[in-house]
């Protein structure tokens, strides 16, 4: 049986992010990532649309906050020290109507108190200036904002971490874990392994692999999947940078947006509706197990029942792409249908309290020689760097 000081579970962004701090504090450990794909970033991570997030919407103080930040400057050295592309073009988060200007309001109170010292509340004329196709009455001008490529940057940590001496398996789904007291056994479709720790950051599938540890969790991972259109390359003039509404602060969804991509493209969306399997990134994705354990979660229906006119829309959204349109034209009155081509798709892994609560920030389970990372949806990818310095530091003493 292999022999390791510490297994991750999960070759996401968090996974990886984890392994290479562990490295860094203390080289020479033996650590094993094992994951269920035959490559790393198959799914959170490499189905976003790869925003450097500035930490402007966070409440200050959580842990969501504090990474997000910390995380944020981690990240740009990383890259500028590992020559990996990003675009520090900032954003823009547009009021629309008079109705919006408190919520603008308490965004911009918040990265103020979040050290985002550079943000600056812009008039409907310098909006137009800066994105001239873009329609508000006031504005806040984000000139921490970036775009990159998650894939990229997850292929660069597992590089490092096989450089430093870090492994790196595939086709390696966790089935079982046993505790025996000294080690834990870890058991996976095609063989088992022996380690002191074990920490599991399987992102979409995290309360599953959490339940062979916990026998009671009290959140549930519920997925929405998250559709998104592209802007014609001959219509991508439109959008200069990234162009954000004001969202909800009781839905933790930013809300149909333009988003910039390094390779040039332009992606409009996403929406957020209730998907009926874990990995569904089509309309017609469904699985039995992943629908049982949402509809029979006592939280969902609390959920529901507060949410449901905004599913609805979600929903109108993802089938009628005349209602996709209109959402976008309350930002950009000008882009039409014929603007937009079918884009990609991803699944954000939302957890939800037994209470019908949306958990909006980052939950770790340290129990011991087992980590659970049990909401890490975004700014995650943002704050990868961060994240596993958090989880190296529960866990480098136990070693």
């Known amino acids: 049986m292999s022999q390791s000081d510490v297994i991750i579970a999960g070759a996401g962004i968090v996974g990886l992010a984890t392994a290479l701090k562990i490295l860094e504090f203390k080289p020479g450990t033996k650590v094993l990532i094992l994951e269920k794909e035959p490559g790393e970033a198959r799914h959170q991570t490499g189905n976003n649309s790869g925003v450097i997030h500035s930490g402007i919407y966070y409440k200050p103080g959580s842990l969501k906050a504090q990474n997000c930040i910390t995380g944020y400057d981690q990240l740009l050295n990383f890259c500028n020290k590992h020559n990996v592309k990003y675009d520090i073009c900032g954003k823009v988060i547009v009021a629309i109507n008079e109705t919006e200007l408190p919520r603008l309001q308490s965004i911009y109170e918040r990265g103020i108190a979040n ?42 940590y597992a590089e490092l971490i096989r450089a430093a001496g870090g492994e790196i398996k595939f086709n390696e789904k966790v089935f079982n874990l046993n505790d025996t007291g000294s080690r834990i056994e870890v058991t996976t479709q095609n063989s088992s392994f022996n380690t002191k720790i074990f920490i599991n950051c399987c992102g979409l599938q995290s309360d599953e692999v959490a339940g062979l540890s916990e026998k009671k969790i009290d959140t549930r991972i519920i997925p929405f999947r998250g559709e998104y259109y592209k802007i014609k390359p001959e219509r991508s003039y439109l959008v200069k940078n990234l162009i954000y509404p004001v969202p909800d602060p009781a839905f933790p969804f930013l809300g149909v947006h333009f988003t910039r991509m390094t390779n040039g493209e332009v992606e409009a969306g996403p929406n957020a509706v209730l998907s009926f399997k874990k990995e569904g990134y089509k309309k017609t994705s469904f699985g039995l197990k992943d629908s049982f354990k949402t509809f029979t979660w006592k939280g969902f229906y609390s959920i529901a029942s507060k949410y449901y006119k905004t599913g609805f829309g979600e929903f109108k959204r993802s089938f009628s792409k005349k209602a996709f349109v209109k959402a976008l034209q309350k930002l950009m009155p000008e882009i039409t249908a014929d603007d937009l081509i079918p884009g990609g798709a991803g699944v954000r892994a939302q957890a939800i309290s037994i209470d019908g609560r949306l ?8 129990s011991g020689r087992i980590v659970n990372v049990l909401n890490a949806p975004s700014p995650a990818a943002t704050s990868s760097l961060a994240i596993g310095q958090t989880i190296a530091e529960k866990i480098i003493n136990k070693l």
């Open 359 to 366: 958990i909006d920030d980052f939950l770790i389970h340290d």
């Open 115 to 156: 050290g985002l010292d550079k943000i600056r509340y812009i008039s409907k004329d310098e909006l137009k200036e800066i994105e001239p196709h873009a329609y508000g009455i006031k504005a806040i001008h984000v000139p921490y904002t970036g775009i990159i490529d998650y894939k990229e940057v997850s292929r660069k």
